[in-house]
């Protein structure tokens, strides 16, 4: 099959969308597929900067790559104007703003997607709430080819979903395939037709997470052999739990004095202003943006990932977790909750409950039988369900699939 992937980022753009459309895209690739990706030239969504070159190959995928206005302060502004007056009156005025606002605009990439369609036999859109999909949406209808989306909607941010231009893009689209099933139940409720949302899902490429040692790997951060060491792993955003997690951890260390906190991400100003307001503590070791060695190196270094965010369509961070045995902790929301099973490979915590959070990891420190088996089943469950191999089989049929619906459309 012939498909272009149309992204806001890729790599060596981090996240975990960009993972999904990456390993997918590679993997499609090796069994013989014909696969092109679209995309900014950006790395980093706060400025749209446009820093990657224009076009290359990576894994036998060849990347495309536009350039996209640059997201400015009045462009931040533009954005929250919107979203603070859209539900109120649902007016396209607001609407254009968020459209502004979120970025990538990518104005090269339409025409190209138009001129190129013949070339393709379906247009695959990942990641909604980014501008790059009205723009691939836009250009695929006029062209009239399929399209699929993978919207990774974030249930209890309507923002990621809730516009009208968003919602049309999903109901134009041939198929939308959702993170988890409870996205799918999700959307179910929302209108959209049963035969029009698959679960796909996240899937990791194994063949990425090799054996680390993990001695070797905690002197890489100066954790100690015999440590009890907690890991939060993400961009530093206000939602993504960092705040609880620390907060539960030096709680937790009153009584377990051998116990680190291990913060790997990019900073934001939430983080900078967190570490002013906290200082020097023991045991935590903090690590900003890091290469992907020094990632593999985290999650083999520690005992349990701590994530307890409420802003997730997924969380493929628990399958890297996962990758390396260990027993993770998320919030209970929709799409954690789908994947995470309480007690089981993990726990599930609103961050609003640092006690509780704080007892977990305690327990975690006190049972380490217990965490292993904890982290087995999860490695267990990843290898069953989440592989970037069982993935792109679900990910055939539904292009093969929305190419005969197409073909039948009145």
């Known amino acids: 099959m012939r498909v272009l992937h149309v992204t806001h980022q890729y790599a060596p753009a981090i996240g975990g969308a960009e993972r999904y459309i990456i390993d997918l895209s590679e993997e499609l690739a090796q069994r013989g597929h014909q696969i092109e990706v679209y995309t900014s030239r950006s790395t980093d969504y706060h400025t749209w900067a446009n820093v990657l070159p224009r076009a290359e190959t990576i894994q036998g995928v060849p990347v495309r790559r536009f350039n996209a206005l640059p997201r400015r302060g009045h462009t931040w502004r533009a954005l929250q104007i919107g979203v603070h007056n859209y539900w109120s009156g649902r007016s396209a005025a607001m609407a254009a703003l968020i ?9 090269g990439m339409f025409g190209a997607i138009v001129r190129q369609a013949p070339r ?17 949406y836009a250009a695929a209808r006029l062209a009239g080819l399929p399209i699929v989306i993978t919207p990774h909607v974030h249930a209890e941010q309507p923002v990621t979903y809730d516009v009208d231009y968003l919602l049309a893009i999903l109901r134009g689209s041939e198929i939308i395939m959702a993170d988890t099933e409870s996205e799918r139940t999700f959307l179910l409720g929302q209108g959209f037709p049963s035969t029009g949302v698959v679960t796909a899902g996240h899937g ?36 993504k739990g960092l705040e609880p997690s620390l907060h539960a951890f030096l709680r937790m260390r009153q009584s377990h004095p051998n116990a680190y906190f291990l913060a790997v991400g990019p900073e934001t100003a939430h983080s900078q202003q967190l570490w002013l307001t906290f200082g020097r503590q023991p045991g935590v070791v903090v690590r900003g943006a890091v290469d992907d060695a020094e990632r593999l ?3 083999a270094a520690c005992d349990v990932l701590s994530l307890p965010s409420t802003g997730e369509a997924f969380g493929i961070v628990y399958l890297e977790a996962w990758a390396y045995a260990k027993p993770v902790i998320g919030a209970p929301i929709r799409a ?7 007690g089981q490979d993990g726990f599930l915590v609103p961050p609003t409950q640092v006690v509780t959070l704080a007892a977990r990891l305690a327990w975690l420190a006190d049972h380490p039988d217990q965490a292993r088996r904890m982290g087995a089943a999860g490695q267990a469950k990843l290898r069953r369900r989440y592989t970037t191999g069982h993935i792109a089989d679900i990910v055939e049929g539904v292009y093969t699939r929305a190419r005969r619906h197409h073909a039948t459309r009145p």
């Open 99 to 107: 459209y502004y606002g979120n970025g990538p605009i990518c104005p």
């Open 297 to 299: 190196a985290a999650l």
């Open 120 to 136: 393709f036999d379906l247009v695959h859109i990942n990641q909604l709430h980014y501008s790059h999909s009205a723009i691939a």
């Open 204 to 239: 990791l490429n194994l063949a990425g997470f090799p054996h680390q040692d993990r001695g070797a790997a905690r002197a890489r951060f100066g954790l100690p052999e015999d440590a009890f060491v907690v890991l939060f792993l993400a961009r530093k955003a206000d939602y």
């Open 336 to 342: 954690v909750s789908a994947l995470i099973d309480d």
